[in-house]
């Protein structure tokens, strides 16, 4: 799905994960990052996580996004939790972007595990911006029992893309990372994420019949809805995982 599709379908979402907000708030108080570390969250959305924890926490943090759109929101949530002197936000790829070797206490990547070629890779690309001490969250998805073989295809996803949870503890081991905790996504709460979107897709059709992107949205509204209810509440659960590198 193109950025633009996500940035219409998100439109009413804070938290662009299946996370909901007292998930978000469990990882923090789990995490419970001291005043003044500072946080590095590549492919941020709207900076939900860097601007709560700058505010609760009094954190300090950089954030990097591909959209446009995702950051002016994050910058208004910053000006909104007055925390604006404590976080910045830089649009780019995450992939690319070299930041300050050992600079940061927590590297965080939430749902967007592509910039970096998937799990290890991501991992390998997160890496050598943490402090010695420091911890790593990874948002990711993993299959919840083995899915049928028309489910992967129907979420857009290879079976191997994730693997089951004890399959990614195993790939958290090879990359030489230690799994300390982790908060997983329910179905009522991959609800909030997905369910949002069809309503929001469905007024912006309504909205704009006549925009060149209409036909192709009806698509991805139809598919999103349908996928999510013959597979993914069923077979796909999500988490965030907190991790420590080994050594
Ligand atoms: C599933 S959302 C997660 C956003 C945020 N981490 C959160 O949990 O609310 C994925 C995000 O990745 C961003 N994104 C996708 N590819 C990217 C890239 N190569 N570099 C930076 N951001 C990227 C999208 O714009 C979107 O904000």
Redesign the pocket.
Known sequence: MS?RF?EISEARNR???P?DQAKLDLLGEIVSPAAGSRHL??????G??LCTWAARYGTTGVG????EV?LAAARERAAELRVTDRVRFEQ????AYRPEPGGYDVVS????T??GGGLTGTIELMRPALREGGLLLV?EPYWTEEPPPAAPEALGLARDDCATLEGTLDRFEAAGVELLEMVLADPDSWDRYMATQWWTMSDWLREHPDDPDAPAMRGVLDRARRSHLAYQRRYLGWGVFVLRPVG
Not at 41 to 46: I, N, Q, T, V, W
Not at 64 to 67: E, F, G, H, P, Q
Not at 92 to 95: I, L, S, V
């Open positions: 950025l996500h938290i662009l994960n996370f969250d590549l492919a941020c959305g709207k939900e996580m990097v996004d591909l959209s995702f780019g790829d995450a992939g990547c939430v749902g967007a592509w910039i948002g």
